[in-house]
């Protein structure tokens, strides 16, 4: 034990990150030993490329952007039929599985409590969690198929989300047969300085790797295994917020399969050149998802000739992987973008800062990024009222009440 400390201590001081040790010898016995674990695990080079990042603004000024060719799900003519008989085929064998990232903060909207345990206000008074749960057991029914759920969790909500859905009987669900729960990846938090924080709780400061964590912690949590070994093939990929995401969608997968890429993104028309959503198109001739701050004025209000905007596709997070791109994809992160937060610490003298303005990087990587290392994917747009009813903010735009009512009228509901 004697000589691993001492090699800690010795990275540690290598990389300019000792003061991680002040505290160690006022924690408890148990504490001690997660704390040398973290520091054990955590890969500084890696830390200190990330915090020489935050001094790099992105830049896309060198960059091509290009639209990006899409297929109109309504407008597939004879062959939307085709797309659907193929997709609807490969479900009833068994081969789809959803999987739900459910390892937000979820700060925007305030909620208490995993945001799937947020209840939108319907009669039913039905959190996110279960209407998704609903999507899903529709479509068993009629395909009469069971299709696995996948659940990310994050170190921060996994205990309280498996007791939820232990409350509610996993929805009809085996768990750990029919639905999975599985922990997301974390990356330390540091200072504007490149310090890694501590907690208030002795210990380093972690926060969630982002929804591009998906992959690698698919893979790391041996939940591409069980694909495997229940004969998945294909995998919808979605966030827990939006409670209209239609996760099996057989034209949606039977182009895939038809077209033999590894992935396909749902798009939706963008509303107006200002919505805040990120737009599908190419980067430098590679699939990419450009985000409202990144995009020009210029560009996100171009239209061509039909007056349709030409970077309009916005990507809602309701992607289609084959578990070939997943397990590929999973065997090293995606790259990772800094947000800029406020993080309560211990410093170095032990005395706890509560800062009133941000503080400290945190580091994220964005599903989307994915894109541009798969060789081919496609995108393939479909209709904002039957596919996104996102519940992000606690009023006003994409909140619960915007949400409810999108919601109530896809399903007819008063
Ligand atoms: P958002 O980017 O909207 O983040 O996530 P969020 O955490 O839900 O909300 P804010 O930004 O803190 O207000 C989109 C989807 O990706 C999941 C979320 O749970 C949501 O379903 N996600 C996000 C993760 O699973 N892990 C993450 O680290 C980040």
């Not at 004697?2 to 505290?23: S, Y």
């Not at 995998?235 to 039977?254: E, K, R, S, T």
């Not at 990587?365 to 009222?385: H, P, S």
């Amino acid at each position: 034990m004697k000589e691993t400390f001492e090699e800690i201590e010795w990275k540690l001081k290598k990389f300019g990150q000792e003061h991680l040790l002040n505290g160690y010898s006022q924690l408890e016995e148990a504490k001690q030993k997660r704390l040398l674990e973290q520091l054990k695990k955590i890969d500084y080079s890696l830390i200190n490329s990330l915090y020489e990042g935050t001094k790099k603004s992105k830049d896309l000024s060198n960059s091509v952007i290009e639209p990006i060719q899409f297929f109109d799900k309504y407008k597939l003519n004879g062959q939307y039929k085709e797309f659907e008989a193929i997709g609807e085929k490969a479900i009833k064998e068994g081969k789809l599985a959803v999987v739900t990232m459910a390892g937000g903060q979820g700060t925007r909207l305030g909620h208490k409590g995993p945001k799937g345990t947020f209840d939108i206000g319907l009669d039913s008074h039905k959190p996110l969690f279960e209407l998704l749960r609903d999507t899903i057991k529709e479509a068993e029914k009629k395909y009469n198929v069971i299709i696995p759920w996948f659940i990310m969790t994050s170190r921060e909500n996994n205990d309280e989300t498996i007791s939820f859905f232990e409350k509610n009987k996993f929805f009809g669900y085996e768990k750990d047969k029919t639905i999975f729960f599985f922990q997301q990846g974390e990356l330390p938090m540091i200072d504007t300085e490149g310090k890694i924080l501590i907690g208030e709780d002795g210990l380093v400061k972690e926060a969630a790797d982002g929804h591009g964590g998906i992959f690698e912690s698919l893979v790391r949590n041996k939940m591409t295994d069980e694909m495997r070994r229940m004969g998945i093939e294909w995998a919808f990929i979605g966030g827990v917020d939006n409670c209209l995401a239609q996760m099996v969608d057989p034209v949606f997968l039977g182009i895939a399969i038809d077209k033999n890429v590894a992935a396909v993104g749902k798009s939706i028309i963008k509303a107006n050149p200002q919505e805040k959503v990120g737009v599908f198109c190419k980067k430098d001739g590679k699939p990419y998802v450009i985000e409202y701050s990144e995009i020009s004025q210029e560009l996100a209000e171009k239209t061509d000739e039909n007056g349709e905007l030409v970077f309009g596709e916005s990507h809602i997070l309701c992607n289609l992987f084959s578990l070939d791109a997943i397990e590929r994809m999973g065997q090293k992160p995606l790259p990772y973008h800094s947000a800029f937060k406020k993080a309560t610490y211990i410093d170095k003298d032990g005395n706890k800062v509560e800062p009133t303005s941000p503080n400290a990087y945190k580091f994220e990587a964005f599903l989307f990024d994915a894109f541009g290392e798969l060789d081919d994917m496609i995108v393939l747009r479909g209709k904002r009222e039957e596919e996104f009813a996102p519940c992000k903010n606690a009023t006003g735009v994409d909140s619960p009440e915007t949400a409810r009512e999108l919601y109530k009228n896809y399903h007819n509901l008063k």
